[in-house]
């Protein structure tokens, strides 16, 4: 069964920058498209960015020109570099496929954007 850990999160000024990684525990992770996903606190779970199995990448608007999401197929991980945080980026993070599949939901990364 293939499993999804993420990793990377934590504590960031304003304007700094993280990056979050998505390792999967089987090859098959290289042939789906894979998505960022977010949750803050009392907020829905939002794409925030997704990735398909050639590396053609779309955002969503808000973090446009901000994030960018890849891919290293060998390694069968996905990452999310984000630059430019503000404090409303603070959400706990998952990657899964796109569209998600409840199997694939892990624990999260949280990434807390405050000064």
């Known amino acids: 069964q293939v499993q999804l850990v993420e990793s990377g999160g934590g504590l960031v000024q304003p304007g700094g920058s993280l990056t979050l990684s998505c390792t999967a525990s089987?090859?098959?992770?290289?042939?789906?498209?894979v998505g960022w996903y977010r949750q803050a606190l009392g907020k829905e779970r939002e794409l925030v960015a997704r990735?398909?199995?050639?590396?053609?990448?779309n955002y969503a608007e808000s973090v446009k020109g901000r994030f960018t999401i890849s891919r290293d197929n060998a390694k069968n991980t996905v990452f999310l570099q984000m630059n430019s945080l503000n404090p409303e980026d603070t959400a706990v993070y998952y990657c899964?496929?796109?569209?998600?599949?409840?199997?694939?939901w892990g624990k999260g990364t949280l990434v807390t954007v405050s000064s």
């Open positions: 990735i398909t199995e050639y590396g053609f990448a």
């Open positions: 089987g090859s098959i992770f290289s042939s789906v498209s």
């Open positions: 899964n496929s796109y569209p998600p599949a409840m199997r694939y």
